[in-house]
């Protein structure tokens, strides 16, 4: 752990901004003090921050790091140096691997190889049914035990109601969230695209919005039947978030999140890049409407935090006809950039700090309270920061990214607004700004 | 006015002057076929691969025959599943073709949007969409154009056509409303709601439920394939419900204009989308959309790859 310094620093701390420039000073894992002009220890580095915005680094719920077993894709060390690059400081990795993460000797081995990835910080999710079949529940108190994050069997919902019923009563005195990918696969089935515009121009093969909606209310009747806490992931339509507001209104404990790809992208990029594999990813780029009404929930409460749902594949698995293709879109290197470029171009909606806190304190708050990081920057938080400057411009290259995807939607599109360095527990792990090494 | 374009992908491409280059030349290929000595050498020496994907018997040969009357060498390159199931990629096929000198590949794929991903792959060789999916067909709606265009002597400003069958699974239909309606027609679609896009007011063409409604005072009648599958899909319950409420017969075509043309993509189910009286009729242009698609097929050929050289 090393002392750090930012000298002239915009700081957002979670949940508003200090004001004027700030210096902040990281000292033995946590922030030390944040002040006017402080005065640098001898063995500190030093950051010059230049007026650009310091915030917590970002936390996100939702990413496939496809290790174990499918490391052709991605693996701990390659996902966690990613996401640095991309300004998270805490990854939580879903366990849809081969084999899943269903044992607490699988939460181990992600925790392990995680804490020396070098990258951000790596957070197990395991899985909420043994070999994620949805017929038995998995050890959720060992996993819990071992570090798990969030229980999921996400790449497709719990399968049996009365399981997803019983995993989240069992789960809430574990402290840990359950995490629902809420889908309908039988009205869905063999989709290729949003069942709308899209399905009807090209073709293929729709997932209707009530196969999604279907999900969601599933959930949410659970969650009022047993006052338990759920968090729906990859909300992509406006009746979804409709029924969730609902649901928040009425006091129950549900938070959802969104993706970069369903805030920037629509079914409009699917067509008009005439079905590119790129676009292929569950749920389905929505209707113009549906992403419009994600920016809303953003900012009137029902959206809890943007997770990237970064899912990266092989190039010959994407390299193929729109059909043929996996499903899944790798962003976490360019996410926070893609979205934060959207919000300007929509007119800064909402404030940027509400804006910052879906990437931070809000994701930060629905982790096991035993997280000590939670996207806060505080006097005496742990010391993970990530250095934003809000006017670089750069085009997304995937031929430059740590992580091992082979496709993104985003390849050759120029965002304003990137990370330039990420601080992971006292450790500058990624540093655009003064060239020096590290990780 | 000259014509641009070295591939046909889709007929979204193609403006109402292109459209019109394209039929104009169509007649001269026909003129052609009409010769006892139908052969010219305008593709002499150019290697043209049917590549298709799955079965299609009448596309195919009136590809085939297209590129021989033309001159072109062909080679037919036929494969069962998907490119997945054989073990090589798309990707892999269509460099393998370009190496083999490849000057123009006409690919029929089950899957939508292959013809794009084929022409991304492909450095210099032409595409042409002989169908992908229930996407696109595009040479199909040329040929139905040309059809209808001859027989309204040269305009098609301002005629009805009603587009009658299952809408949800047809290439055809998709790239016809564009381009009929290019050319300045009406298109009305008429289905049972089970067998239309759910998302078809995206079409931008009226639906008419009832199909009595659909035909009244149209110029043309296009009936589309009912494929078995679908009624095991449970999309409607039989053939013969579904001939009852939907099928074109003679009592049907009285709503339409007199001499209302009646066509159909083919091959046609005798007695579910079609009546036999009908489909045998004065009023029927089937055969003639089948000539039809000889001359636009070779129309088109001629004008992306004839003349100067590629």
Redesign the interface.
């Known amino acids: 752990m090393k002392t750090v310094l930012f000298r002239a620093v915009r700081v957002f701390d979670g949940e508003q901004f200090r004001e004027g420039l700030q210096d902040v000073l990281f000292c033995q894992g946590k922030v030390e003090r944040i002040g006017s002009s402080l005065e640098a220890p001898e063995d500190a580095l030093i950051v010059e921050g230049e007026g650009r915005l310091l915030a917590p680094a970002f936390i996100d719920l939702h990413t496939h790091l496809r290790d174990p077993g499918q490391v052709h894709r991605e693996d701990i060390v390659s996902g966690s140096r990613a996401a640095a690059a991309g300004g998270f400081g805490a990854v939580v990795a879903m366990p849809n691997t081969a084999p899943p993460v269903d044992t607490e000797a699988y939460v181990a081995y992600v925790l392990q190889k995680g804490a020396s990835a070098g990258g951000a910080r790596v957070l197990p999710a395991g899985c909420v049914s043994k070999e994620r079949k949805g017929e038995e529940m998995a050890e959720l108190g060992a996993m819990a035990h071992a570090g798990a994050a969030f229980f999921t069997d996400d790449g497709s919902p719990v399968k049996g109601v009365r399981l997803l019923l019983n995993a989240l009563l069992y789960a809430k005195d574990l402290g840990v969230r359950v995490m629902e990918h809420p889908q309908d696969v039988d009205l869905s089935k063999d989709f290729?695209v949003h069942?709308?515009?899209?399905?009807?121009?090209?073709?293929?093969r729709?997932y209707?919005t009530a196969a999604e909606v279907i999900g969601i209310t599933r959930g949410i009747a659970l969650v009022r039947e047993t006052g338990c806490p759920l968090h729906l992931t990859h909300v992509s339509v406006a009746q979804g978030l409709r029924e969730i507001r609902i649901a928040k209104a009425e006091g129950l404990p549900v938070s959802c999140d969104v993706t970069p790809h369903h805030l920037v992208l629509s079914e409009e990029d699917v067509l008009e890049s005439?079905?590119?594999?790129a676009f292929k990813v569950s749920p389905p780029l929505r209707s113009a409407e549906d992403v419009n009404a994600l920016w809303e929930g953003l900012f009137d409460g029902t959206v809890d935090a943007i997770a990237t749902d970064h899912a990266p594949w092989n190039l010959?698995e994407k390299?193929?006809?729109?059909?043929?293709a996996a499903c899944g879109i790798a962003s976490l290197e360019c996410a926070f950039s893609a979205v934060f470029s959207a919000w300007k171009d929509r007119g800064c909606p909402g404030s940027l700090e509400a804006f910052l806190s879906l990437w931070t304190s809000r994701p930060g708050s629905l982790l096991p309270s035993r997280e000590e990081y939670r996207g806060l920057l505080k006097e005496g938080s742990p010391a993970y920061c990530t250095l934003v400057d809000e006017n670089l411009e750069k085009t997304v290259d995937i031929a430059t990214w740590k992580s091992k995807a082979g496709m993104t939607p985003y390849q050759g599109r120029t965002f304003r607004g990137w990370p330039l360095c990420t601080l992971v527990a006292g450790e500058l792990v990624y540093d655009a700004l003064s060239g020096r090494a590290h990780g | 006015m000259t014509w641009m374009h070295r591939n046909l992908?889709d007929v979204d491409v193609l403006s109402r002057e292109d459209l019109e280059i394209l039929l104009d030349q169509s007649v001269h290929m026909e003129d052609l076929l009409n010769r006892p000595i139908k052969k010219v050498p305008a593709l002499r020496g150019r290697m043209i691969v049917n590549l298709f994907f799955e079965a299609s018997t009448r596309t195919r040969v009136s590809f085939e025959l297209a590129e021989k009357f033309l001159g072109a060498d062909v080679v037919n390159w036929s494969v069962s599943g998907?490119?997945?199931t054989k073990g090589e990629?798309?990707?892999d096929t269509a460099w393998t073709l370009e190496a083999m000198g490849a000057d123009a590949v006409v690919i029929r794929?089950?899957?939508?949007?292959?013809p794009?991903?084929l022409k991304e792959k492909l450095k210099r060789a032409s595409v042409f969409n002989a169908g992908d999916?229930?996407?696109?067909h595009p040479t199909q709606a040329l040929l139905d154009v040309y059809t209808a265009w001859k027989h309204f002597d040269h305009s098609l400003d301002g005629k009805k056509i009603a587009i009658v069958g299952d809408i949800l699974?047809?290439?055809v239909v998709?790239s016809d409303i564009t381009a009929f309606t290019t050319l300045g027609a009406h298109v009305v679609l008429s289905a049972p709601r089970s067998l239309m896009?759910?998302?078809?007011?995206?079409?931008n063409v009226p639906y008419e439920p009832d199909p009595r409604e659909a035909v009244k005072d149209a110029d043309m009648v296009y009936l589309l394939r009912i494929q078995r599958e679908r009624q095991q899909d449970g999309l409607f319950p039989s053939l013969e419900e579904y001939h009852w409420r939907y099928g074109a017969n003679g009592e049907l075509m009285r709503r339409a204009k007199p001499g209302a043309l009646v066509m159909h993509p083919g091959p046609i189910n005798r007695g579910v989308e079609i009546a036999s009286e009908l489909a045998d009729g004065p009023e029927s242009v089937i055969l003639e959309q089948v000539r039809s698609g000889v001359a636009t097929r070779m129309g088109l050929l001629y004008l992306c790859m004839g003349g100067a050289e590629a």
Not at chain 1, 319 to 324: A, G, R
Not at chain 2, 133 to 136: F, Q, T, Y
């Open positions: 290729q069942e709308g515009r899209c399905s009807a121009l090209s073709g293929m729709g209707p005439h079905l590119h594999a010959d390299d193929v006809p729109f059909n043929e | 992908l998907s490119s997945v990629t798309l990707r794929h089950p899957m939508p949007g292959t794009w991903y999916g229930a996407h696109a699974h047809s290439r998709r896009p759910r998302g078809y007011a995206h079409l």
